[in-house]
């Protein structure tokens, strides 16, 4: 195993790379989802009154029928672009993941020495509360992503109720599993953590996380 730290610094990186390119991917659905949002708009209006037209045969039915087609013919399209992103993005993601696992790996091991070198309790107890909110962050975005190709492919298939529609496209841009401010919250907790383990090995090289690792492993 490479030196944690070094895995530490590259996990913190990377989750706000990933943040930036997921919300980058996320507006442009966006865009994409409000192109398509008037011809909703105008079906849902369809059950409403429509006044002089109302005497023509089927006017209703018919309209409806090209609508629709014109919807779903823009909308799985539309879609479909941020899809291809966010599944690409999603390699990333298991990349975090394992990075996480091996800090995780790498604390257990130090957790069982605890006894013989009290003075880990402190760098495993910061290892812990990091591994903690990194897996707090990418289970949201994991659970976002379910939703997301649940929608897909669910309108892929064709044949969804138009009410059905709308309500998948509020949750599409709602993004119910992603809280702005507990994200912040967390990506703040998680600075402060690091910052914490940088002060415990500040000036102490007989500390680095290489020389523990070595010590522990042997």
């Not at 590259?10 to 442009?28: A, Y």
């Not at 409000?34 to 429509?50: K, M, R, W």
């Not at 903690?132 to 992503?145: D, G, K, Q, R, T």
């Given at each position: 195993?490479?030196?944690?730290?070094?895995?530490?610094?590259?996990?913190?990186?990377?989750?706000?790379?990933?943040?930036?390119?997921?919300?980058?991917?996320?507006?442009?659905?966006?865009?994409?989802?409000?192109?398509?949002?008037?011809?909703?708009?105008?079906?849902?209006?369809?059950?409403?009154?429509?006044?002089?037209?109302?005497?023509?045969?089927?006017?209703?039915?018919?309209?409806?029928?090209?609508?629709?087609?014109?919807?779903?013919?823009?909308?799985?399209?539309?879609?479909?672009?941020?899809?291809?992103?966010?599944?690409?993005?999603?390699?990333?993601?298991?990349?975090?993941?394992?990075?996480?696992?091996?800090?995780?790996?790498?604390?257990?091991?130090?957790?069982?020495?605890?006894?013989?070198?009290?003075?880990?309790?402190?760098?495993?107890?910061?290892?812990?509360?990091?591994?903690?909110?990194?897996?707090?962050?990418?289970?949201?975005?994991?659970?976002?992503?379910?939703?997301?190709?649940?929608?897909?492919?669910?309108?892929e298939e064709g044949g969804v109720d138009?009410?059905?529609?709308?309500?998948?496209?509020?949750?599409?841009?709602?993004?119910p599993n992603i809280a702005p401010h507990?994200?912040?919250?967390?990506?703040?907790?998680?600075?402060?953590?690091?910052?914490?383990?940088?002060?415990?090995?500040?000036?102490?090289?007989?500390?680095?996380?290489?020389?523990?690792?070595?010590?522990?492993?042997?």
């Amino acid at each position: 195993m490479d030196d944690p730290m070094d895995d530490l610094e590259d996990l913190r990186e990377g989750i706000d790379t990933f943040v930036e390119r997921w919300t980058k991917i996320q507006r442009s659905s966006v865009k994409s989802i409000q192109a398509v949002t008037n011809t909703l708009v105008q079906i849902e209006h369809l059950d409403g009154p429509l006044g002089k037209l109302e005497g023509f045969q089927n006017i209703r039915d018919n309209t409806k029928g090209k609508l629709l087609v014109n919807l779903y013919d823009k909308l799985v399209p539309a879609l479909e672009t941020s899809i291809k992103e966010f599944t690409k993005l999603m390699k990333m993601f298991e990349a975090l993941r394992q990075k996480t696992t091996r800090i995780q790996t790498f604390t257990e091991s130090l957790r069982g020495n605890i006894s013989e070198m009290p003075f880990l309790e402190d760098l495993v107890g910061y290892l812990d509360l990091i591994v903690m909110s990194v897996h707090e962050i990418l289970n949201m975005f994991e659970a976002e992503f379910l939703v997301k190709i649940t929608i897909f492919r669910d309108l892929e298939e064709g044949g969804v109720d138009i009410g059905v529609v709308s309500n998948y496209l509020t949750v599409w841009t709602a993004e119910p599993n992603i809280a702005p401010h507990a994200l912040e919250k967390l990506l703040k907790d998680l600075d402060e953590h690091m910052d914490l383990l940088r002060e415990t090995f500040s000036g102490k090289s007989a500390l680095s996380f290489e020389n523990l690792y070595r010590k522990v492993s042997s």
